[in-house]
């Protein structure tokens, strides 16, 4: 019957409170913002994948960063929980392409009100336009809060303050200070889920061109260390959509300046194919030059580039070209190359990577082993998912442990 106290209205710190209030009876929940779930309400381009509904275990390997430390929370809170949670609580939902979850009224505002309506049932005292300043810790014990010249008292203190991105959300790196302060280690923190500045300014005459299936390779030097098939973007920086975003969960924490980004156009073709049917293309065009006798195989957009990159004059008339130009042509089209310069910053990530070090929490109940009293939740961890919906589970899971082991 302990009094908790959450720090954070998001995803993970409502839910903390929800579990908490059922085992205890003086729950309060403060957020510094006028309301409650202000980033869930832009998730889903504000519809909310407010989960995924795969199997546990496919759920577990879209987790990118420690998910080791998420099989109890995985276990004990899942997709299935949050689901008919939300859907008590009055929002149908639907389970859309690649089993991604998402409200029948593609409103992520019914999300934010069922969970309130939740909170509301169970007492929980919602405390809004309550910014708090630091813990308040005694001899290794959480003793409560400090919110400018008070003080809360509480039996045990929920850190869910979220990470670091888009911060007019209200998520911006306060619980990472309060754990420092509490003596506990904070991973190096990176934007991720996002996109990717390119060198040099020719990817600008590019810009709003969307490509589907194309194969995506990433080199550091020779070695590659990304590969995946499917949709990405071109921008005025550089290079976003679904497979940059996800290369930058497993590539965003190194030092990516200068990796190479290689994209091949016709992933469908292997050369000597590609050759053939540049060759049918061309002996249909005889007379016409480079650069109008590619718009059957490219978007008018992209023609330039490849002929940029495949170095050949595009007013050659393609009758005239050589096989070793060719060749060149086919290289390009299977390697359009891009030089890498950095990651975008944390106002465009949809998640932070880094964070609390998972290693001093107690993965079951998210209680911190050094000060007693003290859990965390949600994208303070250093914990992070790819996009379909991973990201919101791991809140729920880890703020329903955190809210449990506190109330006890
Ligand atoms: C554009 C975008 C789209 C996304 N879409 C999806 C999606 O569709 N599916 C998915 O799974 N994930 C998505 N995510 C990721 C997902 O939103 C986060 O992983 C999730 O919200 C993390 O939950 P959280 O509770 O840990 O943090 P948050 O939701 O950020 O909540 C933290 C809360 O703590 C409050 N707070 C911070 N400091 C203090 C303080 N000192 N005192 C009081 N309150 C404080 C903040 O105001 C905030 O309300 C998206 C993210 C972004 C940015």
């Not at 978007?299 to 008339?317: F, G, H, M, R, T």
Request: charged residues 25%; glycine residues 8%.
């Amino acid at each position: 019957m302990a009094k908790v106290i959450i720090i954070g209205g998001g995803a993970a710190g409502m839910i903390a409170a929800y579990s908490a209030a059922l085992t205890s009876k003086q729950v309060i929940l403060l957020e510094k913002n006028e309301k409650l779930g202000k980033k869930i309400f832009i998730t889903g381009k504000g519809r909310c994948n407010l989960t995924n509904a795969s199997n546990m275990n496919t759920v577990m390997e879209n987790v990118v960063s420690n998910k080791r430390f998420l099989f109890s929370a995985f276990k004990n809170f899942t997709n299935e929980d949050i689901m008919r949670l939300v859907e008590e609580n009055g929002t149908k939902l639907k389970i859309e392409r690649g089993n991604r979850v998402f409200p029948v009224s593609d409103h992520s505002s019914d999300i934010i009100k069922s969970l309130e309506n939740a909170l509301r049932a169970l007492n929980v005292d919602i405390r809004l336009n309550t910014k708090v300043d630091s813990l308040l810790i005694e001899n290794d014990i959480c003793k409560g809060v400090i919110i400018g010249k008070n003080k809360i008292m509480a039996d045990a203190v929920i850190v869910a303050t979220g990470g670091m991105s888009y911060q007019a959300t209200g998520s911006d790196g306060d619980g990472y200070r309060f754990a420092k302060e509490a003596g506990l280690s904070v991973s190096k923190l990176y934007p991720s889920l996002v996109p990717f500045n390119i060198e040099g300014d020719r990817i600008k005459a590019l810009q709003g061109l969307s490509l589907k299936n194309v194969n995506v390779y990433i080199y550091n030097d020779k070695k590659l260390v990304y590969d995946e098939f499917g949709e990405m973007l071109f921008t005025h920086f550089g290079v976003s959509g679904p497979v940059i975003i996800s290369a930058s969960a497993i590539i965003g924490n190194k030092n990516i300046k200068g990796y190479r980004l290689c994209i091949d156009l016709k992933p469908a073709l292997d050369e000597e194919k590609l050759d053939e049917r540049i060759l049918r293309d061309f002996t249909e065009q005889k007379n016409k030059s480079l650069k109008n006798s590619l718009n059957k195989l490219f978007p008018a957009k992209l023609i330039d580039e490849v002929i940029y990159q495949s170095k050949i004059d595009p007013e050659k008339k393609v009758n005239l070209l050589t096989k070793e130009e060719r060749q060149r042509l086919v290289h390009a089209t299977k390697n359009l190359e891009y030089v890498i310069s950095s990651t975008r910053g944390f106002n465009e990530a949809i998640i932070t990577k880094g964070g609390v070090e998972v290693s001093q929490i107690n993965p079951k109940t998210m209680e911190s082993k050094k000060i007693k009293g003290l859990f965390f939740a949600g994208e303070v961890l250093d914990l992070d998912a790819f996009t379909g919906g991973y990201n919101l589970q791991i809140a729920w899971s880890t703020g329903y442990a955190a809210g449990e082991g506190a109330g006890e």
